[in-house]
């Protein structure tokens, strides 16, 4: 039955609710399109709208948007939402009022969308259940499936009375929670819906516009992420989400000791691809790169592709598990798929090329590191890949970060020697076949503060590998040249024909080098007919037209040309008659096993009959006895080098054994 209190509560409830709809229709907005639903409002599309509504109150995105867009209306939609918070809030607390009978009246005094429960206060429910013999406590069996059973006729849900627990106690009351499997409320909100239209017409006008504003601003968002996040180039990911994504791989290392992996690509030769097709064709390898990189990690979904800059591309396997080796597993998988595109060709300039990647590999295992300190493994191995003859991939080891540690403190320690100018040369003799000096080699040395006097392959590969060679290589050419300089003021050059210099390839093909030569030359006031420059095989091979036009110049300057090592790298013939080369310098290897080993001989017979023929002179290095010195004489051979005839000494000794003594 209906108590009078349960008259009162409701009227009281219809009150409140008419009174908050007046209140804010002087500030409430008309609708300005027509009702969202199309029709009267469902409890379904109340239910939805009392979702979205939840969502937006803890956005703050919704405010930015409105604020941003410059709305007139933020304060009015705001009051709408505002007041629809109220409303809700009084269905919770005024719902609905119901009797027990006997067992005193039940009020629903909240509900919990995210558990899905009811919270119920019964009023003297305690009177009432003591002065029945057969319920001695509260919470007894019989008052839950009362409420249960109420429950099932107001939420239209089947429910237990196992699910009715006991909470609190007051001092007229208690209160009971109910949490059924699907609690539902569509009887109850249908009546409210049906009895406040209005209310739920203008949220529902005031929902679709902020739906619309935060679309259009996600849409927004995407362009500009487009711009932000992916490379204009190759459409895949660009350096700033990687790095982003890095740090979250990182982060997960960290604290989920899950296994991540990096895979650092780099394009074999994409400079000389630029070089001779242009930036155009370039364009096209790296586009072309872009996609089937992508294809390789097709297998794996969250997997991720980044182009960091230029020919550099970079792969983010993140979450491979816990297990090393199975990471290690599926890394090497993707790094065969990346080599395997080599396959495939590539057509640029109207002609098919197959492209190489080298790949260093980084498992990231250590919780310990940072995201760049993996990144540096992976380069480090990347460079792995490339000494040892690109189209392949590296993993990275503590053993390889060793050897980079030394590398990296050898740089620093080349830096400080180039400006505290810790370089000095050292020259060693070249005869000819009547034993008499003609002319010598300059070679540079280290003359390091801790290790003493250090030759030059102990740092002139890290030199080129840190760019330092040109700084380095000038040293080398103004000291060379002083010291000519100084010997032909002495009178000391009788007989002598050439000092010759060494040249790194990548200070040959510098854009300065000519210009040097040129001013260290008038500096010091030396005759370019008394330099010969050594250069290697690969130098001139890798860019033909740039070292034809560098020599050109120099050969203007009265300069002369040595290849240096010839016979260890392609031994074109092709460029001995078009390119002015005076001189070439047989490689040690021929000469070691000279007299025991049929095939070296017939090489160095076959490279002197060579020069012979072409006119040019052919000095062997490496002369290490007499019998190897007795042989190439015989073998017309006119010019020789080597331990055996005269190790590198410094200029004084130079000048004392070799330039006093004649």
């Known amino acids: 039955m209906k108590t009078k209190a349960h008259t009162t509560i409701k009227t009281a409830t219809k009150t409140k609710l008419n009174q908050n709809n ?14 969202l639903l199309g029709q009267s409002v469902s409890s ?49 607390e005024h719902a609905k009022i119901t009797t027990l009978g006997e067992w005193g009246n039940s009020q629903l005094i909240s509900i919990d969308y995210d558990t899905k429960s009811a919270c119920f206060r019964v009023y003297n429910s305690t009177e009432a259940l003591n002065q029945k013999e057969d319920n001695l406590c509260i919470g007894s069996y019989f008052l839950a499936g009362k409420l249960t059973s109420w429950c099932e006729k107001v939420f239209n849900v089947h429910c237990w009375p196992e699910q009715t627990k006991f909470l609190a106690k007051g001092d007229d009351y208690d209160e009971f929670i109910i949490a059924p499997t699907a609690l539902s409320i569509e009887s109850e909100l249908a009546r409210l819906v049906k009895s406040d239209k209005e209310i739920c017409d203008n949220m ?56 991540c992996a990096l895979l650092l690509i780099d394009l074999d030769y994409f400079k000389a691809i630029n070089d001779s097709l242009g930036h155009n064709e370039g364009d096209k390898a790296l586009i072309f790169v872009a996609e089937k990189l992508q294809s390789t990690i097709a297998q794996k979904e969250d997997a991720i592709l980044a182009r960091l800059g230029g020919d550099e591309f970079v792969i983010l396997l993140p979450r491979l598990g816990s297990d090393k080796d199975e990471a290690r597993q599926f890394a090497t998988q993707i790094a065969d798929k990346i080599l395997e595109q080599s396959k ?10 197959f492209l190489t990647y080298s790949v260093g590999i980084c498992l990231m295992t250590d919780s310990d590191l940072q995201a760049e300190e993996h990144l540096k493994h992976a380069d480090n191995a990347l460079y792995q890949s ?8 590296s993993f990275f080891s503590k053993k390889m970060q060793l050897i980079v540690d030394q590398k990296h403190t050898l740089s620093s320690e080349l830096k400080v020697a180039i400006q505290k100018e810790q370089f000095i040369l050292h020259f060693q003799p070249i005869f000819n076949g009547d034993n008499q000096l003609v002319s010598c080699e300059a070679l540079v040395r280290w003359n390091h503060p801790k290790k003493g006097l250090l030759a030059a ?32 003021d002495r009178k000391m050059l009788d007989g002598f024909e050439r000092l010759s210099i060494n040249i ?79 001189e070439l310098k047989i490689d040690r290897t021929f000469i070691t096993h000279v007299l025991d080993n049929e095939k070296d001989q017939k090489i160095v017979g076959s490279i002197l009959s060579l020069a012979h023929s072409l006119d040019i002179d052919a000095l062997v290095e490496g002369v290490e006895n007499n019998q190897q010195l007795e ?25 004392e054994k070799y330039l006093l003594s004649s």
């Open 504 to 582: 790194s390839p990548l200070h040959f093909m510098h854009p300065t080098f000519v210009e040097f030569v040129r001013k260290t030359l008038m500096q010091e006031g030396v005759n370019g007919n008394m330099i010969m420059i050594e250069i290697t095989e690969h130098n001139m091979i890798s860019n033909f037209k740039l070292s034809s036009a560098i020599m050109n110049s120099l050969s203007k300057l009265g300069l002369r040309f040595s290849i240096d090592d010839y016979g260890s790298g392609y031994s074109s013939l092709s460029y001995l008659h078009r390119l002015p080369f005076s």
């Open 457 to 488: 392959d102990n740092f002139i590969k890290q030199a080129e590998d840190s760019r330092l060679i040109i700084a380095l290589g000038e040293i080398v050419l103004k000291a060379a040249f002083k010291t000519l300089k100084e010997w032909e």
């Open 204 to 259: 529902a006008v005031v929902i679709k516009r902020l739906k619309n504003e935060i679309t259009s601003r996600e849409r927004a968002e995407l362009a500009v992420a487009k711009l932000v996040y992916y490379d204009a180039l190759t459409g895949v990911f660009n350096r700033r989400y990687f790095y982003e994504k890095l740090e979250e791989a990182s982060s997960s290392v960290h604290h989920k000791q899950n296994i």
């Open 44 to 92: 379904t599309a109340y239910k939805s709208m009392l979702k979205a509504m939840r969502q937006m109150m803890s956005d703050d995105r919704i405010r930015l948007v409105l604020q941003k867009e410059g709305r007139n209306s933020i304060e009015e939609d705001w009051a709408i939402i505002s007041q629809y918070k109220s409303f809700e809030e009084g269905v919770l």
């Open 22 to 35: 007046s209140n804010s229709n002087s500030n409430k907005p008309s609708p300005t399109s027509t009702n």
């Open 344 to 353: 495939q060709a590539c057509i640029l300039g109207g002609v098919e090329h």
């Open 631 to 655: 042989y190439l004489k015989k073998q017309k051979c006119k010019l020789f080098q080597g331990y055996h005839l005269g190790k590198p000494v410094s200029k004084d000794d130079f000048e």
């Open 386 to 393: 490339k000494l040892d003859g690109r189209d392949q991939y």
